[in-house]
DNA sequence: TGAAATGTTGGGGCG
DNA sequence: ACGCCCCAACATTTC
């Protein structure tokens, strides 16, 4: 009797939770589910999957493993090209459908599409969802039908329309059964096993690490799903992010919780100041599809009309959810958004190739007090406050000239929270070239900014440990500061404390005239 | 979701 | 009481 069911392979990518995802809850109520996850690796992907994005995906599949383990329904690990995986996957377990969530970025639709052509000639169904995005990107449009190009009347839509509410997990769930070739164990599902190559950022002994840190002492990865080789060695930094995240949608929906009742009433100002824990923290999980944005996006409407005093932080919080949004309404109509600039003139642009300054920029070695101790979170925690992001992100492109592109590969490379749309989209932002994008003459002051969000330096000692002998604003400008003061606090500029790679105000000066020659 | 230079306004001290 | 100056606070402009 039960063997009639039919049986459907949910193929998850970056929808990895059991709440809100319609593809699951659709194969759950159709019969037999058989999910699937698959660590892709196309040849020629301009952007394979970053060194802390691996980490991170590697404990968010621990986590989701264990939830379907426990509802009796094996999640399964696969490696290597979906269109030869899914089929073979297909015929093993006599699936007549296969579904997924949709994915905006160029490469994946590419895949996307081409598979869904190939199971269709074999007579399979293939249905797709929505899953992490509240809405699908050619719903909001412009009154002339096209994709908008400026965020502000975007909002204005977005909160017009409806946002459906989150699909709740499947009350019941039927794996397949027999299990698949391999038993039960998770770590015995697992196929294929060639270490993919990432851009190599992180470090190893080709690579070794910036800024001097120390990863020898760092505890070994815990073994699970190792045949994805997800896992850092040679040393295994991955201990070092350990500290900071915990994986997967049980915590992804604690810290929901966490934010609610705690940061957001207060979100409007302490957003801005890294040296407070004023932001949400979510964006990590989403960018694993650990949460959902409908799930926030409810969860936050749900406290707005259960609490007074939260409406202002509320809705600035719902318009950061915005710009994701809208980063990937950006990417799915302009698929050359992480390569290229949207603003066409800017391709002409004169910058400056400089190996030394792109390291000290990426080692946190600038001497500019607020974009190294930025630069540091990102290596040290996998992860970088958003005002922080701004800043270093215009210290790369306006002080030193260099293609906000290699920002761009480093942050994909080094965030655990990476995602095409947001990242491209935030770069080209910073840069003047994207769309509804800050003026490329806003210019930001690295020392007036740290003055203004850390005026008491405690984000900028708490990972520039060499200035913890400094205090108050002054700390934002080392170089102002008297002899005395500077050897009281154990600081010589030059030997333990780098001394300004550039001089603002002329780099300043550099950046509008490279700006004005091309434009 | 800049910064700095420049312009304007208005309150208060003072002769 | 009045005009004058100073200057902080705010607004506008420019890059």
Redesign the pocket.
């Not at 003459?441 to 900014?449: E, I």
């Given at each position: 009797m039960t063997e009639t069911l039919p049986t459907t392979l949910v193929w998850l990518r970056r929808d990895l939770r059991l709440a809100d995802n319609p593809a699951l809850a659709f194969a759950a109520q159709r019969g037999r589910v058989v999910p699937v996850y698959i660590l892709e690796e196309s040849e020629g992907d301009p952007w394979p999957m970053g060194g802390a994005m691996r980490w991170w995906l590697h404990h968010t599949l621990t986590d989701l493993a264990e939830r379907f383990e426990k509802l009796g329904v094996p999640l399964v690990l696969r490696h290597g090209d979906p269109l030869t995986i899914l089929p073979e996957l297909v015929q093993e377990t006599g699936a007549d459908c296969v579904v997924f969530s949709r994915r905006t970025d160029a490469l994946g639709r590419t895949v996307d599409a081409a598979v869904e052509k190939a199971l269709v000639a074999a007579g399979i169904e293939v249905k797709s969802f929505n899953a992490s995005l509240l809405f699908e990107s050619w719903d909001i449009t412009t009154k002339a039908g096209g994709p908008f190009k400026v965020?502000t009347p975007f909002s204005k839509a977005c909160f017009a329309a409806t946002i459906d509410a989150p699909v709740p997990v499947p009350k019941k769930m039927r794996g397949y059964h027999p299990p698949l070739a391999g038993g039960s164990k998770l770590r015995q599902q697992f196929r294929g096993g060639v270490k993919a190559p990432s851009l190599g950022f992180y470090p190893s002994p080709k690579n070794p690490s910036p800024a001097g840190l120390d990863f020898s002492t760092l505890p070994q990865g815990e073994g699970d799903l190792s045949s994805l080789s997800l896992l850092p060695t040679h040393p295994d930094w991955g201990g070092m992010l350990h500290v900071h995240w915990k994986a997967g949608e049980g915590a992804a929906l604690k810290r929901l919780g966490q934010f609610i009742g705690g940061g957001l009433a207060a979100y409007k100002t302490m957003?801005?100041r890294p040296d407070q824990d004023g932001t949400s923290c979510l964006s990590p999980y989403l960018a694993v599809g650990a949460i959902g944005p409908r799930q926030i996006w409810h969860a936050v409407q749900n406290a707005m009309a259960s609490r007074q005093g939260i409406a202002a932080g509320a809705e600035v919080f719902l318009?950061?959810l915005l710009?994701r949004e809208f980063s990937h309404h950006l990417l799915y109509h302009f698929p050359h958004l992480p390569e290229k600039p949207l603003q066409a003139a800017f391709a002409q642009m004169k910058w400056r190739r400089s190996k030394a300054d792109l390291a000290a920029w990426q080692k946190g070695m600038t001497g500019y007090p607020i974009v190294d101790a930025g630069m540091r979170q990102l290596w040290q925690t996998g992860w970088m406050h958003?005002?922080v992001r701004?800043?270093v992100a215009?210290f790369l492109i306006k002080d030193l000239l260099i293609p906000w592109q290699q920002g761009e590969a480093w942050f994909w490379d080094t965030l655990i929270d990476s995602d095409m749309a947001s990242n491209a989209a935030s770069w080209q932002?910073v840069a003047g070239c994207g769309a509804?994008a800050?003026?490329f003459?806003?210019?930001?002051?690295?020392?007036?900014?740290g003055k203004?969000f850390d005026p008491d330096g405690a984000y900028v000692r708490r990972f520039v440990p060499e200035l913890s002998g400094l205090q108050g604003p002054a700390l934002h400008a080392p170089w102002l500061l008297s002899h005395e003061a500077l050897a009281q606090a154990g600081v010589t500029l030059g030997k333990t404390y780098p001394t300004p790679i550039v001089d603002?105000?002329a780099a300043?000066?550099r950046a509008?005239?490279a700006f004005?020659g091309k434009m």
């Open positions: 965020y957003r801005d318009k950061e710009w958003n005002r701004m800043i215009s932002w509804d800050a003026p003459f806003r210019v930001f002051n690295p020392v007036l900014q203004k603002h105000a300043q000066q509008l005239a004005k």
